[in-house]
């Protein structure tokens, strides 16, 4: 009898083509540890491709994020106050404490206000913001403190870090101590290096790396969509 050759297994990509048009692939596996951040923007429609000035230090970015939308989803908003809350329970347990105690939550105005607030309400921790420089206030920072207290920025994203900077100079000048900072993501263009160069520890949710991969591998965005922003990433990291 003649030998029969061994035949190698199909490979998923050739078995995905035999299937019948009718027949959709789903993803059943949730984003991993804080991606659900993520996907949860992706549905917001809060991630957006295309060519971006972002203020003077994202020029032409591929990418944008408006974490601004997440006002319209109460529930991710509360876990994103939530998720916060355990990071920096986290790093503050650690033998060598990565986060400083602190007594008051700072927003930065506006993207980072309704952060701050669902952060600020979920700890009961009090809240105090720095009024707009164009706003004619009498008093600068809005809310109760005292010279001394220990503050935590937040705000909802950090690109060059000016934003932050510019509340922690101000909260500095009132006799506030500003230690850290959180952001619910980094768009890794030099703000890190930025806070850390003025005595200020970053904490970012996740990085605007992280959710191109993410992305990426949940087929949401094209190939060249993914590449220019790695690039983009890359020329400013």
Known sequence: PRERGVRSAPTPQALASELPRSV????????????????????LDAIGFGDFTLGRTAVHSPIYVNLRRLISNPRALARCAKIIKEELEALMSMRNPH????TLVAGVPFGGLH??????LGV??????????ATDKADVIEGIYVRGQSCLIIDDLITGGGS????????????????????????????RQALKNAGINL??????????????????????QYRRTVEYIAARG
């Open 115 to 120: 952060v701050a607030t669902a952060f600020s």
């Open 99 to 102: 986060v400083q105690p602190f």
């Open 124 to 133: 009961n921790t009090p809240m105090i913001y720095i009024h707009p420089p």
């Open 24 to 43: 959709t692939l789903t993803k059943t596996t949730k984003p991993a540890g804080n991606l659900w951040l993520a996907e949860e923007l992706w549905k």
């Open 203 to 224: 904490v970012a949710i996740l990085t605007l790396e992280q959710i191109a991969n993410y992305l990426m591998s949940a087929g949401h965005i094209q190939e060249d």
């Open 164 to 191: 932050i900077l510019q509340t922690a100079a101000t909260l500095s000048e009132a006799g506030l101590v500003v230690r850290d900072a959180v952001t619910l993501i980094d768009r890794q263009e030099g703000g």
